[in-house]
């Protein structure tokens, strides 16, 4: 699983580049006219590698949509995105996402509900915020962390992997994660960096083993951001 999440890693980062690219190569040719490291670019980007490398779909759509809105006047020049519109749009999308995002926690409460703990699947997220979140679940099954201009931690000291493999999908832009985990699971990092990063601080004792029955596999995007993995003990 690691291997495939790396390929598709790779493909997403490829693909990205191909497409920066061909703008470049459009541009140069007087055929198109596009700002590529314009922050609506660099917005819908992220949008883009969050709706092909992440979980949370609703908010990379809202990425897209909102870069492409401010990218109007790049594809119709009679058409002029003022600065000012940025913030009450940036409002607008922030508004959109709350009210998915607690569509989201309703149907999370609705699987509690049904025998589903809560503490087995945590969805985390901090835009301009932080938080700290101590999971014992002895069923557990991974998780998502959203971090924009925030951050988080998460501490899975005491907790179980359910069937021996959790997957936890993150998403950090502007902010940072970090996870406490048990010195023997077997941690499998596939995070996507732009402009960020993501590592494995473990310290085992040498010789120490790492038990192949419970892996953690962190997947997902840093984007001007990141996180570290890391055991309390």
């Known amino acids: ?6 390929s598709k890693n790779r ?3 490829g693909t990205l580049l191909i497409i920066v690219g061909i703008i470049f190569l459009l541009n140069t040719l007087d055929l198109f006219s596009i700002r590529v490291f314009s922050f609506q670019f660099i917005i819908f980007a992220v949008g883009l ?3 092909v490398n992440g979980r949370n779909k609703t908010l990379a ?3 897209m949509a909102f870069g492409a809105f401010l990218m109007l006047d790049d594809f119709f020049p009679n058409i002029h995105i003022d600065g000012s519109l940025i913030f009450p749009s940036a409002i607008i999308a922030l508004g959109i996402y709350i009210i998915f995002k607690h569509r989201n926690e309703k149907a999370n409460d609705e699987r509690v509900l049904s025998g589903f703990s809560s503490d087995d699947f945590f969805d985390d997220t901090n835009i301009f915020g932080g938080s700290n979140r101590i999971v014992n679940s002895k069923n557990f ?9 925030g951050g988080t931690e998460i501490d899975l000291t005491h907790a179980e992997i359910a069937d021996g493999t959790a997957v936890i999908d993150v998403l950090t832009m502007f902010g940072g994660a970090t996870l406490i985990v048990p010195r023997d699971w077997n941690v499998q990092i596939s995070v996507t960096p732009i402009f960020g990063g993501f590592g494995n601080k473990i310290r085992r004792e040498p010789g120490a083993s790492v ?9 997902g995007t840093a984007i001007f951001g990141g996180g570290e993995v ?3 003990f």
């Open 1 to 6: 699983m690691a291997h495939s999440d790396g």
């Open 230 to 232: 890391k055991s309390m």
């Open 141 to 149: 099954k991974g998780g998502n962390i959203t971090a924009i201009f």
């Open 49 to 51: 590698v969050m709706l």
């Open 11 to 13: 493909y997403v980062l």
């Open 211 to 219: 038990d192949l029955s419970k892996t953690l596999i962190i997947k």
């Open 61 to 63: 759509v809202i990425f």
